[in-house]
């Protein structure tokens, strides 16, 4: 007889987390691996959406990893996420029915969105404006056909 280990969820996303930490970190040498940004906006959402907590908690440490390696303000991306899935997100769900369109919104919010977020926080506060390449391009195709598949 096999008995079940209780805490195999915690385990396999701490794990997950563990993965992500070495997958980012090597996303900032090699620049044709995506930041998963868009994909961490999906899963944020989507925890959001059903009311689990473990699993919003390991999308926020994931996102604020990622703040701290690409150099970002700490909880914006938190922030910004959450002001979309509250306010812009819910519309958007309600009006838009086609399952590929919602994944180019949330990679659209994701990449683009979240930039003119910090261009606006920046320039408020007098800082230099982030930079934007032609990376963002081919992070946003590859993102689009993850959440595609996702969605």
Same mark, same amino acid.
């Given at each position: /007889?096999?008995?079940?280990?209780?805490?195999?969820?915690? =385990?396999?996303?701490?794990?997950?987390?563990?993965?992500?930490?070495?997958? *980012?970190?090597?996303? $900032? #040498?090699?620049?044709?691996?995506?930041?998963?940004?868009?994909?961490?906006?999906?899963? +944020?959402? %989507?925890?959001? &959406?059903?009311? %689990?907590?473990?699993?919003?908690? &390991?999308?926020?440490? #994931?996102?604020?990893? !990622? @703040?701290? @390696?690409?150099?970002?303000? !700490?909880?914006?991306?938190? =922030? !910004?996420? &959450?002001?979309?899935?509250?306010?812009?997100?819910?519309?958007? @769900?309600?009006?838009?029915?086609?399952?590929?369109? =919602?994944?180019? =919104?949330?990679?659209?919010?994701?990449?683009?969105?979240?930039?003119? !977020? /910090?261009?606006?926080?920046?320039?408020?506060?007098?800082? $230099?404006?982030?930079? *934007? %390449?032609?990376? &963002?391009?081919? +992070? #946003?195709?590859? @993102?689009?056909? *993850?959440?595609?598949?996702?969605?």
């Amino acid at each position: /007889m096999q008995r079940s280990f209780s805490y195999q969820n915690v =385990i396999s996303r701490l794990f997950l987390v563990v993965l992500f930490v070495i997958y *980012i970190s090597l996303s $900032s #040498m090699y620049l044709l691996l995506p930041p998963l940004l868009a994909l961490l906006f999906f899963l +944020y959402y %989507d925890a959001l &959406t059903k009311n %689990d907590l473990f699993a919003l908690v &390991t999308v926020i440490i #994931m996102l604020l990893v !990622f @703040e701290a @390696e690409k150099g970002f303000w !700490f909880g914006s991306t938190v =922030i !910004f996420f &959450t002001l979309l899935s509250r306010y812009l997100l819910p519309k958007v @769900e309600q009006t838009i029915q086609c399952k590929p369109c =919602i994944a180019g =919104i949330f990679v659209a919010l994701g990449y683009i969105g979240y930039w003119v !977020f /910090m261009w606006f926080v920046n320039q408020v506060l007098l800082l $230099s404006v982030p930079v *934007i %390449d032609w990376h &963002t391009i081919l +992070y #946003m195709i590859i @993102e689009f056909l *993850i959440i595609a598949a996702l969605v």
